[in-house]
């Protein structure tokens, strides 16, 4: 904590990525609790908790860092659950969505199964070793979540992006202007990208050495710019089918 508090660049760094992610919490839940008059239903509570976790994750690990919590038991798991509630509903945020685009009741429980067993085999080992505080172990089993979310994440919206140029498709035939049509796959195809390339460079700083604290803040800022992107398909394509 410390040497933390000395070290100005790093100590800005961090409170620069805490600052983008509570606004897009608090922006997020505004538009939420606005936008869902029934407050129910998987993807609104997906986002809810997600975002709380954007919110309570970069609170929790800034106590701590930063020497106002001392006690590793009163810090450390507060950090891991927040983590987990963070990034398992953002997998399930994609995965309601997804629901609106394909059929496919097999293939839909396939994609429910992969992040539960990721949840359930990825994340809890990960939060047991960290909260033994074994250092190599936890980094490397830190690095493989990190790498599984991305490929889970990726999974997911290549198969949203295929199923909704299938669904818009026949959404042409139904008669819906060709050039709405493009236009949303546009919207689509960009955010995807920028979703992707979120992705990798928190699997790229995962892999870095010496800059633990800013990574570790990182993460929630991107979780965050995520989830709003994910908002904002979402409603482009609510807009498209009206």
């Known amino acids: ?20 992610a509570w606004y897009i ?11 869902f008059r029934r407050r129910r239903g998987l993807y609104f509570w997906s986002c809810c908790l997600c ?14 860092d930063f020497g106002i919590i001392k006690s590793i038991w009163a810090a450390i798991p507060p950090i891991y659950v927040t983590w987990w509630i963070m990034v398992v509903p953002q997998s399930l945020v994609l ?24 949840a359930i085999f990825i994340s809890i080992p990960t939060i047991v070793i960290g909260l033994v505080q074994l250092d190599n172990p936890n980094l490397i089993m830190d690095r493989i979540q ?15 992006v295929y199923q909704t140029r299938n669904y818009l498709k026949s959404s042409t035939i139904l008669g819906y202007d060709d050039k709405t049509i493009r236009r ?6 960009y955010t995807n990208l920028l979703v992707i390339f979120l992705d990798i460079s928190v699997l790229v700083l995962s892999y870095i050495p010496g800059i633990f604290y800013v990574q570790a803040v990182y993460k929630p800022c991107v979780y965050g710019i995520k989830l709003r992107v994910e908002f904002s398909i979402l409603n482009k394509l609510v807009e498209t089918v009206k």
């Open 146 to 160: 990190v790498t599984t979310f991305f490929l889970q994440e990726t999974i997911i919206s290549t198969l949203y």
């Open 1 to 20: 904590a410390d040497h933390l508090k000395k070290d100005l660049p790093v100590a800005m760094t961090m409170a620069a990525f805490i600052g983008i």
């Open 51 to 64: 975002s709380w976790g954007v919110l309570l994750g970069p609170l929790c690990m800034l106590l701590y």
């Open 95 to 118: 995965y309601s969505r997804l629901h609106l685009v394909m059929n496919n009741s097999k293939h839909l429980c396939w994609v429910l199964g992969m992040i539960i067993g990721t």
């Open 184 to 189: 949303v796959m546009q919207h689509l195809n």
């Open 25 to 35: 919490c608090i922006e997020l839940n505004i538009r939420l609790f606005m936008t």
